[in-house]
């Protein structure tokens, strides 16, 4: 059974950048489409961007578009999430998740979720 943990979240100011990273064990990565989401206190969880299989990037929020990016390493069984010109605004849980086949939808219980990490952007 495939297993997620994000890292790489933490505190940041405005401008600033993170690079998350969604780590997967139990199973290969290579197969799966990967979705970011993120939740802020008091909000919905809501997509950030899918990354195919082969690394294509996929439905990007309006909100992140040109900022972040989503890549994969198959060989490390790891997907990452670049976030650059970080606003207030970005700070929430983020978490990965992946689904064969398909991006995984927000509320996805047929795809594997990992526990979330923290970003904070904050002056």
């Known amino acids: 059974q495939l297993q997620l943990v994000e890292s790489g979240g933490g505190l940041v100011k405005p401008g600033g950048s993170l690079r998350l990273s969604c780590a997967a064990s139990?199973?290969?990565?290579?197969?799966?489409?990967i979705g970011w989401f993120r939740q802020a206190p008091g909000k919905e969880r809501e997509g950030v961007l899918c990354?195919?299989?082969?690394?294509?990037?996929?439905n990007y929020a309006d909100a992140v578009k040109g900022r972040f990016t989503g890549s994969r390493d198959n060989a490390k069984n790891t997907a990452y999430l670049q976030m650059n010109s970080l606003k207030p605004g970005d700070t929430a849980v983020y978490y990965c998740a992946a689904r064969r086949f398909q991006c995984p939808s927000r509320t996805d219980q047929n795809a594997y979720w990992g526990q979330g990490t923290q970003v904070t952007v904050s002056s």
């Open positions: 139990g199973s290969s990565l290579g197969s799966y489409v």
């Open positions: 990354v195919s299989s082969s690394g294509l990037n996929l």
